[in-house]
């Protein structure tokens, strides 16, 4: 049994497929016909007749595309579709929907998994042990006690560049992933949009106001209709590249990248902002300017990076992507104890990124000042 959908082949044995059904209907089950009822933009349709014992059944097979953008693009986002759209064709009023029976996956043995009574879904994972490090952000506390850099420091701040050139070094063309992650930037649940929704009332907080989170998310749909069309750059990307435990160093500097997120494939200015943003608002935080030793670190990091990448176009596209990172660290659920002028600075640096054509990374201390 083959299924053709857009640009993807699935095979599954028949006597799979019969075992599974006889699995989900209680009965034996012979396998009659299978053919394709036809596609469009977001599914394909196949028609499954099967007998169970006397009785002939007629069953869709549906397959969400994964080719043509509408954020289907990974299995995640079809498996979650499938999921729920099999929830609402269950719960909808009576006799107004077609039932849903049952979602599947295919496995790559090509052997069957039901999901339709799922509750829930975990996954397990290999535990990080002491010997896979310290989380980068004990480095950063204890350089703002120390108030200057060591030479490991410095090797440290080298790796975390050259995990990312490596990383970024692999590309593909595809225009719709490129758009998708620009306005997943904007609108996705945790990302700008989304962290501005978890904030308590901006009015309640004394450091900001409903009207300054809607300019800011105002001016990052302009920025996303500016970049969203520079798909030549799609790079394999880390997605939640930040020192909080996701980035981490073992005794012999070795680097632990982990809890890759959102997206594979994306914009590599989302790294660069998620780690770099961390060394102004280290600096923010314990001396209430953008100053040394994080400077060095901040200029160290940004040189290596375009040196050894060549990417110079990334000051084109940072911007919301700064804003989108900025306004996480200023986060009032996250770091409470964080001073009302301080988060100023750092709303300072959004607004007036956002409306420079071009980010330079030696401005930043005037970026922090409003104008």
């Given amino acids: 049994m083959k299924f053709e959908v857009g ?9 799979e497929m019969e075992g599974y059904l006889s699995s989900l209907f209680g009965g034996s089950a012979r396998i009659k016909s299978f053919s394709k009822i036809g596609e469009g933009f977001h599914n394909a349709g196949f028609l499954l007749v099967f007998r169970i014992g006397d009785v002939e059944k007629h069953v869709v097979l549906r397959v969400v595309r994964g080719d043509t953008g509408w954020g289907h693009d990974y299995l995640g986002d079809r498996a979650s579709l499938l999921i729920l759209q099999h929830r609402l064709f269950n719960i909808a009023p009576r006799g107004t929907s077609s039932r849903s029976i049952d979602v ?5 043995d090509g052997s069957l998994v039901s999901l339709g009574n799922a509750l829930e879904f975990f996954s397990l994972v290999e535990e990080l042990r002491d010997a896979d490090g310290k989380p980068y952000s004990e480095d950063l506390f204890n350089i703002a006690r120390r108030g200057e850099l060591t030479d490991m420091d410095r090797e440290r701040c080298a790796a975390v560049v050259d995990y990312l050139v490596n ?20 609108g996705h649940g945790e990302m700008l949009m989304g ?7 901006p009015e309640t907080l004394g450091f900001t106001s409903r009207w300054e989170m809607a300019e800011i ?5 302009v920025w996303r209709n500016r970049i969203k069309y520079l798909g030549h750059r799609l ?19 070795t680097l632990v990248a982990t809890d890759q997120a959102r997206e594979e494939w994306g914009e590599p200015a989302d790294d660069v902002a998620g780690l770099t943003i961390n060394y102004i608002f280290f600096s923010i935080w314990h001396y209430g300017e953008f100053r040394q030793p994080f400077q060095e670190l901040y200029e160290t990091f940004m040189d290596r990076y375009v040196d050894r990448t ?40 959004i607004h007036n990124v956002l409306e420079r054509e071009q980010f330079n990374p030696r401005d930043v201390k005037s970026y922090l000042v409003r104008r």
Avoid: W
Wanted: charged fraction near 35%; charge should be positive.
């Fill in 7 to 15: 640009s993807l082949t699935l095979q599954v044995d028949d006597r």
């Fill in 104 to 108: 599947a996956c295919v496995r790559k």
């Fill in 195 to 201: 962290v501005v929704d978890t904030y308590p009332d």
């Fill in 310 to 349: 060549g990417d110079k176009e990334l000051f084109k596209v940072i911007a919301p992507f700064y804003a989108f990172r900025g306004l996480v660290v200023i986060h009032p659920l996250y770091y409470p104890e964080m001073e009302a002028d301080k988060r100023r600075k750092i709303l300072n640096f």
């Fill in 167 to 186: 990383l970024h070094s692999e590309k593909i063309r595809n225009d719709v992933l490129y758009k998708r992650h620009i306005r997943d930037l904007i």
């Fill in 235 to 253: 790079s394999r990307i880390h997605g939640d590249y930040h020192p909080f435990g996701n980035i981490r160093f073992r005794e012999d500097n």
């Fill in 217 to 221: 998310e105002q001016k990052a749909v």
